[in-house]
């Protein structure tokens, strides 16, 4: 199976912060796979916009660095890499000062798709936005894209939501969550609604819960001063965890439009229901193996900040009263894993003497590594000695069922920058949605806050806190293992 690629309409597209950590690991690496599909017309073109003096020849070359660093070697073609940094250029520019911005109006043309990429500090956001429009710079179709976090809490993305709307129209605003353009979130709904199979089954009445793992192996080791701010709960399960939540709980939109889509997920964060204080689990890992713990990462001896976090979540609508969904997210654990694991409730009755081997069915999504899906079903056990059941997997790797076109998956920030040249808000957050995800989200901060709440220890390489066990045993549920 070959993939098909699409070009896209020429472009320039404004790398603001062209020089930094996330523009030189995915976003210029992944515009150069773009190139080198062949999806970038001739003339399309990147500039980087930062601070700091370079030459354009001086920018190319930490381009071309970053492209021997995190491109494959087997995806480094001479010839493609040199086109692909014909196509850039500098701008030395300061988001809250004058300079550089009569270069960049210069440099942009307005008979092309004009994108801004904000890959800068979240406090510079609203700066960018105001200057690109004083500088009569963003015409009236330009897009601009921004990156995470979109605010801290329910007041800060409303006051950001209010700065950027000054300058630009909801349908201008991209905001990533580049969980969104991972090739099985959006494989999560295709399961859903181009087949027949699942949808009649996905509610509470066959449902018997849905657990939503990302497991990391990393520390935050070198961020943590900013990570000690933030914590897994707004890191991880404001945006990206509850993007997959509501992806997995929404009603079947009327079409795959981006509003459609979104008004959908909306309606699933509304309908969640305040998390109880024993419905959440807190950890922090201790120190393990080589590294430091949590605190000394933090630099902050007396941090209460959460480097892990699992959460009971219950969804009041008519699908899925009485179906829990169950959250877990932390930093040093067993392994590096996102899944998220349906299980169904057994069948009312079994007729088989056998009932050894009897489990639910379970529906895996496997999100990293190996992206791909597995459903457990029962089967009679090979041979004779009469009827014994055995659960077998279904299991699909999208690497093995399809072959080349696999390899060739764009990674998600590929996917989503060409998203925005098309004009395809589909999966990027609405404005309306990031504030109703920090509305259900600050009562639970302020609650753990307000009781001085501190996270257990947890050890590296475990799967976390003891507590975490807990908040599903009691259920009579047990975690899926994060397998090293
Ligand atoms: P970074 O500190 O590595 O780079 C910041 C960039 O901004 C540099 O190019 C710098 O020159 C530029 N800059 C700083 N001040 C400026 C100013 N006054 N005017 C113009 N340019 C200025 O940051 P980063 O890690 O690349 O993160 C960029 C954004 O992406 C942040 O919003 C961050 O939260 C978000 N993000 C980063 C990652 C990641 O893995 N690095 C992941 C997700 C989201």
Redesign the pocket.
Known sequence: MVSRVIPVEPFDLVV???????????ILPGLYLRYLAGQMPPDARVI?????DLTDDEFRKTVAEAIEEFVPAARRDAAAIAGFLGRLAYVA?????ET?WARLKELIRDDVVQAFY?????A??G??AERLRLHGIAGPQARIVV???FGRDLASARALNATLAQHFTESQIYR?D?YLGKETVQNLMAVRFANILFEPLWKSEYIDHVQITVAETVSVNG?GA?YDKSGAMRDMVQNHMMQLLCLIAMEPPYHFDPDAVRDEKLKVIRALDPVRPEDIVRGQYRAGGDEGSYVEHSENPDSRTESYIALKLNISNWRWKGTPFYLRTGKRLRARESEIAITFKEPPHSIFDDDRGWRENVLVIRLQPDEGMNLKVMIKEPGPGGMRLVQVPLDMSFADALGDAAQDVPDAYERLIMDVIRGNQTLFMRGDEVEAAWAWTDPIIEGWEARGHRPQGYDPGTSGPEDALMLMHRDGRRWREIKA
């Open positions: 603001f912060g062209g020089t930094g950590d996330l523009a030189r690991r995915k980087g916009a930062a601070r700091g520019i300061d988001a809250k000062g550089g904000f890959s800068v500090a979240p510079l956001f700066d960018l990156e995470k976090p990533i580049h961020r900013y």
